[in-house]
């Protein structure tokens, strides 16, 4: 039973920092890519970034130096760090695993005044 469960996501204002998490259990987390994605509404889920079982990183152009994505093997979970954010950056965030296309339930974050 895979299992995907993000927190972390929230109201911010802009210029604000947030981090979420992904905590996933029932698979041997340390072989696969992990990866986070978003929608807005009534747009297409889009690729934020990745970040593959060796720890090499690939990030959509609107985030590149301004979010990280990291792993801890050892703790199952993946992370992004989210900083500068912008109101462009409002969707619905979604933890994505390559074991089996694998998804979560999705965490709200909303950047606003």
């Known amino acids: 039973q895979v299992q995907l469960v993000e927190s972390g996501g929230g109201l911010v204002q802009p210029g604000g920092s947030l981090r979420l998490s992904c905590a996933a259990s029932g698979f041997t987390f340390r072989f696969y890519t992990m990866g986070w994605y978003r929608q807005a509404p009534g747009k297409q889920r889009e690729l934020v970034a990745t970040?593959?079982?060796?720890?090499?990183?690939n990030y959509v152009d609107s985030v590149k130096g301004r979010f990280t994505i990291s792993r801890d093997n050892a703790g199952n979970t993946v992370y992004l760090q989210m900083n500068s954010l912008k109101p462009e950056d409002t969707a619905v965030y979604y933890c994505?695993?390559?074991?089996?296309?694998?998804w979560g339930q999705g965490t709200q974050v909303t950047v606003s005044s």
């Open positions: 970040i593959t079982s060796g720890g090499s990183t």
């Open positions: 994505y695993s390559a074991y089996r296309d694998s």
